[in-house]
């Protein structure tokens, strides 16, 4: 559930496109640059506003890879598993990853909210094979190792 006050912000995207029906696929990717996923009453909310049935805003939000219907953690970490990073041994630091932050292919969030866990196909950036970013911020070269030693990093942070 979402407060009247993030209400308010869903209103400032819509008016940016004036409600117009071509600008949906925007406008769901400002919601989702907001909340980090498409929370179930913000589409019903948008469906009102914007006058397009629940049906079609749920099938453009599940047709594209980059919509999130789940809510995601804090920091979102991507692990590249294309083929440079794959040759280079990301599934060592998925699994490592997973098994630090009890996850897995099911699960990417952690149930403090704190961090979610994908994968993504390249991150155009092989040359620093194998990669991750957290929050768009890249680490390059991973090791199992030193993606664990990222995440305490960041566990500390979010202690003090
Ligand atoms: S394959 Fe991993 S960054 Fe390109």
Do not use: W
Not at 26 to 35: C, D, F, H
Not at 58 to 74: C, H, I, M, R, W
Not at 132 to 160: F, H, W
């Amino acid at each position: 559930m979402i407060s009247d006050n993030q209400y308010i912000n869903v209103d400032t995207i819509l008016n940016r496109y004036g409600n117009k029906k071509s600008s949906l696929i925007a406008v769901l990717q400002e919601i989702q640059n907001e909340y980090k996923y498409l929370p179930e009453d913000v589409l019903e909310y948008v469906s009102r506003k914007m006058d397009i049935t629940p049906s079609k805003i749920f099938s453009v939000a599940t047709f594209y890879e980059n919509f999130s219907l789940d809510p995601k953690g804090k920091y979102i970490i991507k692990i590249c598993d294309g083929t440079a990073c794959h040759v280079r041994k990301s599934i060592p630091i998925l699994n490592a990853l997973r098994k630090e932050l009890a996850l897995s292919e099911k699960k990417h969030t952690t149930d403090d909210m704190l961090f979610t866990l994908e994968t993504v196909s390249c991150l155009g950036a092989c040359g620093l094979a194998p990669v991750i970013t957290i929050n768009d911020k890249v680490y390059a070269k991973m090791t199992p190792e030193s993606a664990i030693q990222v995440l305490q990093n960041i566990r500390e942070e979010e202690s003090k």
